[in-house]
């Protein structure tokens, strides 16, 4: 259902996407369910000629039901999202592919995104380092870890079709200006993302091999 509007391309993006339409499902049924309830008590309820005003205090048992049943209704259903989003959670943070294809360093800054591959050797901090800005090109079925750095304040980086949404990191003072700053140009502060062929990927490395930031 999701995939149909924003592509699904990583491998637990299906798992994101099932989580996502359970939260909705559930959330969705009890908010139905509350109005339903909700009017029809209004209706039922209304004031009528010839029928007095009832007072209620809300301590007895029959009433209490309507609400002790319905919370641990909803506690049920929270740990089924508690669960599923755990499951998730430990899926992309913690299981980390055990042989990578490459890692990638992601270095956010004001107002830009910085990506470095490792060049031949496979290896980060070495000269033959590929540095591109805004624009992510990666090979496609194949495992990548992503390191994600700041240079100035946290900044926040997102790939929709990799069901993917996470922080910077940064060892440099956090001003309050900064963040300011920062939320303001939030709509201008973008990147791109391709995915290549193994073919297309060599030629596109071997291009920016040792390039430098500008």
């Keep these: 259902m999701i995939e149909e509007l924003v592509p699904a391309l990583s491998t637990y993006a299906k798992d994101v996407d099932e989580l996502i339409i359970l939260i909705a499902f559930l959330v969705g049924f009890w908010y139905v369910l509350c109005n339903l309830v909700f009017f029809f008590f209004i209706v039922r ?14 301590e007895e048992k029959e009433l209490k039901r309507w609400i002790t049943i319905p919370h641990l209704l909803v506690l049920v259903c929270d740990i089924f999202i508690i669960y599923g989003a755990v499951r998730v959670w430990v899926d992309i943070k913690q299981r980390l592919p055990e042989t990578p294809y490459a890692t990638v360093r992601i270095v956010g800054q004001q107002w830009a995104w910085s990506f470095v591959h490792p060049g031949v050797d496979g290896k980060l901090d070495t000269a033959d380092d590929i540095k591109t800005v805004d624009k992510l090109h990666i090979e496609a079925h194949k495992p990548y870890i992503y390191e994600l750095v700041a240079r100035d304040v946290i900044h926040s980086f997102s790939i929709p079709v990799f069901r993917l949404k996470t922080w910077g990191p940064t060892e440099n003072k956090i ?10 140009r ?9 995915l290549e062929t193994t073919e297309n990927i060599v030629v596109h490395h071997s291009q920016l091999a040792g390039r430098k930031f500008p």
């Excluded at 009528?48 to 205090?57: C, D, K, L, Q």
């Excluded at 939030?186 to 391709?194: G, I, M, P, Q, Y």
């Design 45 to 58: 309820y209304r004031a009528r000629p010839g029928v007095p005003t009832e007072y209620v205090t809300g």
């Design 186 to 194: 939030a709509k201008t502060f973008k990147t791109s993302n391709v």
């Design 175 to 184: 001003c309050k200006k900064c963040l300011e700053i920062a939320s303001r």
